[in-house]
């Protein structure tokens, strides 16, 4: 089954997977952009010339986005134009959370949810949209965020594996949080949508909407040690919030920048462990074991030791416990552990 791609998250995903559609956030950095420099203006920014490169070289064939700004709907009419694909759909929603912004969002549902369905050929399903609701659990131990555009997945995972600290992902379609009210327990599709309309533009807002002043709670958390503050090459939106953050906390903050290729982000490497080096996360002990607990991973670890009468082999987890074991002998094999 194709899968439906989002950026956004505003984007109503469980209304799709009520029609029975497989989502996914489309997130990914390229090696370059020899394709999107050809059908788009130069000066797009990043993000959207990865969309373009993505969709025009691989197997994606639905897309659902939202009228973020200039760029997203520029990609909007050039993939609309190349035919490319089998779904593509842009919600236009007002950015702001007013009574009236709500109102066009469900109508803006609606009518995604007629597109949608037709194109699937299914209908809705309501017990599986009130079961596709997700509530993201919040991080309550010293970690670090990443604040503003956008990251690619990447880039995301070469912080992750440079910091001595667990990395929260708070850009963009990542710092999504609908569905924490209760859900209406009887009425109909038309009222299952006001409420949805209701949830989607009353999220955290994101630098797009009118008014970013709730996004304060991002970086008034206790628990937050550190902020790398992501902007993407000819994205002006989030300059304008780093001036303001670097005013108002004393959480040391690294700006970095990428033009969301893989070549910009391992330049990138360098001032992420020299950042990383900086932060006062603890005693040297416990800055080396997280170190190592994230080089480990959630993964096991083999020692082998092949002898002449026999070869063992013992398996670690993480906390360094044994969890199986067997040794080896020529034509015999017997298991422990
Ligand atoms: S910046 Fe805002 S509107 Fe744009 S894609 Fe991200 S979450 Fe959506
Ligand atoms: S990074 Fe900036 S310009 Fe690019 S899609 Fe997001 S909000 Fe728009």
Redesign the pocket.
Known sequence: MNKTYYVCKYTPIELLQAFGGECEIFNHMPEGFDLADQVAHPN?????KALLEEVLSSEIRELVLVN?????RSVYDILLDSGKLDFLYLLDLLHCDSACSQERMALQLKNLAKAYGAYKGTEFDEQVFRASFQEKEKVLTPHIGVFG??MGAELFEMTQSAMPLPVENET?VHNRSVGYARLPEDGDFDALMSWYAKELMGQMPC??MNDPTGRKKLYQDPSLKGIIYHT?K?????SFEYADIKNHTDVPILKIESDYTIQSSGQLLTRLEAFAESLDTGSLTEKEDRKEEHRMGKGYFAGIDSGSTSTDVVILNKEKQIVADIILRPGQAQHRG
């Open positions: 797009i920014c990043g993000f959207g973020c700004c200039d760029t997203i555009a956008r963009c630098m797009r993407v000819f994205c002006d939106f989030y």
